[in-house]
């Protein structure tokens, strides 16, 4: 119900932003666009396709047999292994899309499709390394802040539960290669949509709220409600000190309303709650913001 109320406020604030600024609205809407199909559909939008082919492929069972041993400290099946290492270079909401399918194809259990929920969201190394055009250095620290508390959660809290009913054994996939590309481009165009609508919508409020909310407020906002333009207009407004770059690490590690409910939308038919998605991203980005502002200046880091 609270969701529901949530979905219908944003739609109510678009509709009367569109009928109020008309004009507005159709350069945010081009240059929201723009965004989606020029900056991320070429990064997100490759990986998307190769590790959704490689779920249906069988190839993450297959790495998860030899990855295992190596990495069995995290307390995850094979696949749920294959699964969390293939996060740190898919981004939001691919993370979310692979799991649902994991999870709908019986490859990981309930207990671990909520276990991954948790720790398995990771935004896409690109944006850190060039989108967000940091030195090395700093680029560096806040990678680290943004996977280190993910990874600590699985090896001193998780604890795997064996599901018989789930046997991973190596087999062969029963569909042509031709079912499964064609399959697989449907798929990962799905959640491009729920990227363009949720970004335009939250660029509306912020732009609403830029008319009421004093400067380092509204940068504070922006970043909570989208992360990836909030982290931009912030990195332009203020100096890279430790504070500063701590509360880039609490964005980029929550990841912003706009991806929560991206991820939450691929959650559609599957048991969850919105409020505990934004908890858990929120424990993420305090987490981060504590690892980045203890681990400041990166005069360590190559």
Do not use: W
Not at 256 to 269: T, V
């Amino acid at each position: 119900m609270k969701k529901n109320i949530l979905f219908y406020t944003l739609i109510f604030i678009t509709i009367i932003f569109s009928f109020l600024c008309m004009k507005e609205l159709v350069t945010l809407a081009h240059d929201v666009l723009n965004t989606v199909l020029f900056q991320l559909f070429p990064t997100l939008f490759p990986f998307m396709c190769l590790l959704t082919f490689s779920m249906h492929y069988g190839i993450f069972d297959i790495l998860g047999h030899f990855l295992y041993p190596f990495f069995s400290f995290l307390h995850l099946s094979k696949t749920g292994l294959s699964l969390f290492l293939s996060t740190f270079l898919s981004g939001y909401p691919t993370n979310t899309h692979l799991l649902m399918m994991a999870y709908q194809e019986n490859k990981i259990s309930l207990h671990e499709t909520y276990a991954l929920l948790k720790c398995a969201s990771f935004a896409s190394p690109s944006f850190i390394f060039t989108g967000l055009a940091l030195d090395y250095p700093y680029a560096l620290c806040l990678y680290i802040a943004h996977i280190v508390p993910p990874c600590l959660y699985l090896i001193l809290c998780h604890r795997r539960q064996k599901d018989r009913r789930l046997e991973q054994r190596l087999t062969l996939p029963s569909q042509s290669l031709v079912s499964i590309l064609k399959k697989t481009f449907t798929q990962c165009m799905y959640p491009f949509i729920f990227i363009y609508g949720f970004m335009l919508v939250f660029r509306v409020v912020v732009l609403i709220l830029s008319h009421f909310l004093p400067p380092y407020l509204l940068s504070l906002v922006h970043g909570s409600l989208e992360f990836s333009s909030g982290m931009l207009t912030y990195l332009q407004q203020y100096p890279l000190q430790r504070f500063h770059l701590s509360i880039l690490a609490f964005f980029l590690s929550f990841s912003g309303l706009s991806a929560i409910m991206q991820c939450d939308s691929l959650l559609d038919h599957f048991p969850h709650s919105l409020s505990k998605l934004i908890q858990y991203r929120f424990i993420h980005g305090i987490a981060s913001f504590i690892v980045c502002y203890l681990i400041y200046p990166p005069t360590f880091l190559p």
